[in-house]
């Protein structure tokens, strides 16, 4: 169409008014007209030439035409005129509405990048924003197309747009808010703004804000604050996000909510728990977007967060430690310098909140604070304070297990990630979380299934390092945190090994049954069933494990059984171990029923958790650091002892580490290397060590100048590696022992004990010895004892309260070399009668030719009273009377240190089945210790002793006589012998005092705990059962007498009726028939009675009746052992028959011993008794003669004859001077005799030594316990202590031969030869 640009407009528009224009048409007009429009610039003087296209364009069947391409040119038209006419398009506001209403539609296309439409859509948008026609939109009241506006922008925004079409955007709705925020359109402007996908959407709403902050503050202020404070008004959609909004906000204009902020402190204290937990949440957030520095700008409200850590509701603690985690993770704080300054108080915080919830009382609390630990510290291992890991630790000792098993699950997790950056060389080696396996290990518990030693044993052979980690780096790690357990960890972890160990063991038994083809088939497989039962205990479900066993068993792939061959040898390593693993897990199938079963045995049997491997990196490290003395030194060579002492086969292959490492002197040489070549030169693994001269010299060198410990593990070590005990080197070592000593001057030497223990182990290995030194030995042991060169020696060792003086540890040490010297029974049996002797009068103080001090006394008789019981490991028959109740009433020394010590000691031995049960009546007698912890310890002693020893005699089940013998019920016949000898014996029965006397306690105490070994509820008891046992033994004295005379013999009987009745007292349903027909008394304690009683012993057993028994059990009823009395624990008793010159009592104190310490207590028994005698008056007259109802005819036998010799009961054992036989006597060899004064002889013969086990002892306390299994020195540790080298330092079982049968006198009948087997209360093979 030819003409101006103006002509065309105007002809267009003329033509666009005639009716019935097609489409066509219509389209061609429109787009002549857009052409035509684009090329006029702005200019008012063009109304005229425009109003023709203005009158058509306004034509309803133009704005609201159905075609899609008519109604866009019909809007650019509209826009085009618009943009030339401005500021004033000739429009009525209501044809602006629906010029709107078409823009509006038009942009719905924006979102539609790909069509042909869009860049006039775009210029329509461009226009709108540069016309501000938004602003006429608002004056013109077009709030609804306002919405739909911005509705349809956030939708298209979504797509994606270009820049400049979200520019233009931004510009409109900049331009409307700046006209009239409502809250409407603020709505849909905060709904995409808290939109999870932020994408072009949220863009577009933060721009918006950004660009109308200032404009929008008052309304969103407002907004938020009725949200915050107005909950009970109506809740709309955007209300419920408000958070959502702070926080949005927060990022992207926080100005806005200066004003805001402090009111989500009414958040933090509304009693909704739900508002709460969300107001948490979203501070927790605002701390990670501003990197802590809300907490400092907006310290009221964190100040109130961090009170939320202690909520009264779990939800919300759980919440806040969240928070923290997230906000501290993120932060990446602790790799910031920079930050962590600005922010580091606001952070401490935090963690000192989180800190407080690891302690929470909730067990859900308890576990998220210890996931939130465990995730920062992975987050940086350098930086994060390392002490909070610690403490997250200690929950594995948390009482509930659901808490024990997650924290051990989350620090496993964290000790496989140090491990492995440790690996990469990202991180170096903590102590804090070499920690984390130790405090693993306190989640040890036999009884919890999750935490049971096959489990634990599982977690330290596959979850505590990663799969990648090499054994020269599992090795060090083991090292570093073996430094940091305790006794109790290495208890732990030595059952661990030593389960391992069975099974081990076990399958390989199992194995080589299953390759015998010479026995029997039933043989075979009744012995394969016992592997299976002994295997099964190695797991948790012992019935399903023994199916799994049998399901296993009949596989016929022979190739499974060598992969398990292959898989227990010891010399492989890790890389085989898992491919043979692996190998066999494919043969069993993992669809297999018992392949999870297969996969847990063979990481059991594997040597997963300890192998060769790691004992030579181990050593090879040690080498490195020879010289010095560090704690990865100290804990290396403790690790190498504990392994060394359940798997020493292991350290085949690393020969030449040893050899390296004891071929010249070190400071690792010490007791725990030393301890460690001595069990592995006396074990059988048959390790390829040539005993090279170096190696003797070092060791002979440590015997010399050594610690006793050194020299004790030296001479084990000689002796083990020469075999013979023959050998020159010992004839040669022991030379020069001798030699040293004989040039000593004692006082000025330190190195005494050692020479002594280093003699004593060569005469214990080679006794042939004794025969070559014996008059050097005994003159030295003189000198020491007698000489006055030194009583005290003030320089070397002073003494203090928990110790004694050198020349006393002199004088012990002495002592033990003489004991070791007369363990052998086959040497010493000439000269152990004298040396029984001295130590009797050690004991008694009645050795005046000893030159000691006072304080040393205690010390010196504590010593003699353990070699008593070193000595009765083997020559227990040899023990007299006397010298059995000396003994025994040490446990009553005025001196609480060897009443401690000694009670210590004899629980160990007992423990141990090393010594008879006789011994234990030491226990009844300090069970009424003014000593709380003495008292307390006695009675659980005795409880846990008599307990044991009565099920293994249950469980031996044997029907001989020694049946009676060896049940600890019969140490009653040694109680009540020491009690007939206690001075404090009441003479008058019908004294009240005599029934509240603390005399009839230890009797009341032993015959309380045996008839609790029966079971309560029995209402019938067989021939050994306690209670029979004890109405056995109580008849048979009653017809018996003691050998010294008839004062003791009515002593003897007043107890035995007294104790009948007290145990027909404890037991109701007891019956004499259920008795024994036979009870043996030991013959060097009783005889047969062969006179009639006295008239006055019979009126005073007349005046013993049911009633007065029943007052004494009442006056010494059960008392709570954990009240201490008001004595204090230095106390000293007198203990008067031990020691009658220090003027001593052998009973227990009447007012200060037992429950009956108090004035109040002894008022009440006297009124008690008074009341139960005149309630029982009547009742006395009938009971007189209770017990001649159960007359027996012999000592314990009912219907035998007293003249029936073969029924006497009696074991006539021989006196311990007429114990060997007539050819023993005749072979006897000479007597070596040293006069000490005109009346006292010292006897020492030559000996014959036994190898003795070396102890199971923790290799922690190897210096507190130097002389393991023997009178260890534990009276010279603290008078309060544990004492543990008492018990747990003797955990071996000596070797004694007691066989009785060659030890009788020959002039006994084969009756009576065959009675004295039976006064042995325990047999231990030497």
Partial sequence: MPG?????????????????????????????????????????????ALRPLSKSLVQTSLLSHKDKD???????????VMRILAPDPPFTDEIFKEIFRLFISEFVGLADSGSPYLTRRMKILENVAALRCSVIMVDTGCQDLVLDMAKIFFSA???????????????????????????????????????EDKGGAHKLAVDIIQNCAEKLEHTVRMFLSSCIFNKGAPVNEHKKLHHKIILELFQCAPQMLFAVIPSLTHELLSDQVDIRLEAVQLIGRLLVFSNLRFGQENQLVFMEFLKRFSDKSAEVRIAAIDAAKVCLVRLELFSQREIAVSSGNIAQDILKSLEGRLLDFDDKVRIRAVYAVCDLAKSNLSSFPSELILQAAERLRDKKISVRKNVMHKLLDLYRDYCEKCSKGIATINPHYEQIPAKLLLCFDKDCGSFRPQNMGLIFAEEIFPSSLSPKERAMHWVEFFYYFKSQHVKALRIIFSQKRRLLLEMQAYLSLRAKKEESSDEIEKKICGSFRKMSASFADIPKVEECFENLHQMKDNNIFKDLTELIKEGITFATVRSIRDSFLKRIGNKHPIFNF????????????????????????????????????????????????VFPSLFRGSEEYLLKLFSEESVLINEKTLQMLAYLAK?????????????????????????????????????????????????????????????????????????????????????????????????????????????????????????????????????????????????????????????????????????ICDYDKPYLRLAAGKSVLRL?????????????????????????????????????????HAIPIRYACAFALSSTDCAGDVRTESHRYLIEVLKEQGGVSVHQNRTSKDSIVEHPTYAVVFLIHALAYDREFPLNFSEKETISS????????????????????????????????????????QKAQDLSGSDITHKLHILSKIGLLMVKELDKHCKMSDSPRHILLPSSYYRLSASERKADECCQLDLITDSFVKRILKAHEPYNHQEDTECSIITERPSKESAPKRGASSSLNKSSVGPRASGQDQGKVKKSSVLAEDVSKKNDQNSIHSLEKDKVSSCGSAGTKLSSPGSLGLAKEADSRDRASLLENQNRPTVKKIPLKSDQKWEFVNDTMLTEDIPDCDPRDCELDEDVGDCDDNFVKCPLSNNKTAGAGLRKKSKRALDLRSAQNSGLTADTVSNVRCTRSRKVQA
Avoid at 179 to 191: G, H, N, P, S, Y
Avoid at 603 to 632: P, Y
Avoid at 766 to 783: G, W
């Fill in 872 to 912: 009765a490991t083997r020559w227990d028959s040899h023990i007299s009377p006397k010298l059995f109740r000396t003994a025994l009433l040490m446990a009553r020394d005025s001196s609480y240190i060897v009443r401690k010590s000694f009670i210590c000691k004899i629980y160990g031995l007992l423990k141990n």
């Fill in 70 to 80: 008519v109604r866009l040119l019909v809007a650019v038209c509209f826009i085009e």
């Fill in 683 to 851: 074990s059988a693994c048959h390790l390829s060590v040539n005993f090279s001269s170096d190696v003797y010299l070092l060791l002979e060198q440590k015997c010399i100048d050594g610690t006793r410990a050194e020299s004790k593990y030296a001479i084990s070590a000689i002796a083990s590696l020469i075999q013979s005990p023959d050998d020159k080197k010992f004839a040669k070592l022991c030379k020069k022992v001798v030699g040293v000593l004989k040039k000593t001057y004692l006082p000025d030497n330190h190195n005494i004990p050692t020479l002594l223990q280093s003699l004593g182990l060569i005469l214990e290995h080679s006794p042939s010895m004794y025969t070559s030194y014996d008059e050097h030995i005994i003159k030295f042991v003189q000198r020491v004892f007698v000489s006055s060169e030194f009583v005290s020696t003030p320089g070397l060792s002073p003494p203090d309260e928990n110790a004694c003086s050198f020349s006393c540890k002199l004088k012990i040490y002495c002592l033990k070399v003489l004991v070791k010297s007369c363990l052998p029974r086959t040497t010493a049996l000439d000269r152990i009668e004298n040396f029984l002797k001295m130590l009797l009068e050690i004991i008694s103080e009645e050795f005046t030719s000893i030159t």
């Fill in 157 to 195: 925004a979504k797509q994606g747009l270009q820049q400049c079409v979200h520019q233009a955007m931004v510009s409109i709705m900049t331009q409307i808010l700046n006209e009239k925020v409502t809250q409407a359109l603020l709505d849909v402007i905060f709904r995409n703004l808290v939109k």
């Fill in 598 to 645: 297969c996969k847990q045995l063979s990481t059991e049997l594997s040597h997963s958790l300890f192998n060769w491997e790691m004992i030579c990196a181990i050593l090879e490290a040690l080498l490195s650091c020879r010289n010095e003395s560090t704690h990865f030194a100290e804990s290396a060579c403790d690790l190498l002892l504990l392994v060394a002492l």
């Fill in 4 to 48: 101006s640009a103006e002509q065309v407009v105007s002809e267009v528009g003329k033509r666009l008014a005639q009716p019935r224009l097609g489409k066509d048409a219509l389209v061609k007009l429109l787009k002549q007209a857009e052409s035509a429009l684009s090329e006029l610039s702005q200019s008012s003087s063009l109304h005229d």
């Fill in 998 to 1037: 603390g005399f009839w306690s230890p009797l009341v105490v032993m015959l309380r705990e045996l008839v609790e070994i029966d079971n309560p509820n029995r209402t019938e008891h067989g021939p050994t059962s306690s209670v029979s046992i004890l109405l056995g033994i109580f008849s048979a004295v």
